[in-house]
């Protein structure tokens, strides 16, 4: 059984800052990628950041880039979300998903993640 958790989001003003923390336990045996995506109210999952675990290649949406940050530490499978600059549109459920199967969908194909945390809100107030 494999579990992600989520953790570090919040309520913050326009141009603050949060870092989000996905920690990964339980049977892994080998992990291929970790993604960060969104779901605002009435709206789709959006996917948000990529990182590969092996190569570390990063890939962003164009509405987070230049203002999130995507990194890993290997030793605690964590992978963290650093979100500056943040807007009001940035009000979402924030989902952090492992690949474990190396599918060969794309980097933001939700159908490529194996697992999912249970989110974390966060919020920007205007």
């Known amino acids: 059984q494999v579990q992600l958790v989520e953790s570090g989001g919040g309520l913050v003003q326009t141009g603050g800052s949060l870092r989000l923390s996905c920690a990964a336990s339980?049977?892994?045996?080998?992990?291929?990628?970790t993604s960060w995506f969104r779901q605002a109210p009435g709206k789709g999952r959006e996917f948000v950041a990529f990182?590969?675990?092996?190569?570390?290649?990063?890939y962003y949406a164009d509405s987070v880039k230049g203002r999130f940050t995507i990194s890993k530490d290997n030793a605690k499978n964590t992978v963290y979300l650093q979100m500056n600059s943040l807007k009001p549109e940035d009000t979402a459920i924030y989902y952090c998903?492992?690949?474990?199967?190396?599918?060969?969908?794309?980097?933001?194909?939700?159908?490529?993640?194996?697992?999912w945390g249970q989110g974390t809100q966060v919020t920007v107030s205007s």
């Open positions: 998903a492992l690949d474990t199967s190396a599918s060969g969908s794309r980097y933001d194909d939700w159908a490529r993640y194996d697992y």
């Open positions: 990182i590969s675990w092996n190569s570390g290649i990063t």
């Open positions: 339980g049977s892994i045996y080998i992990t291929y990628a």
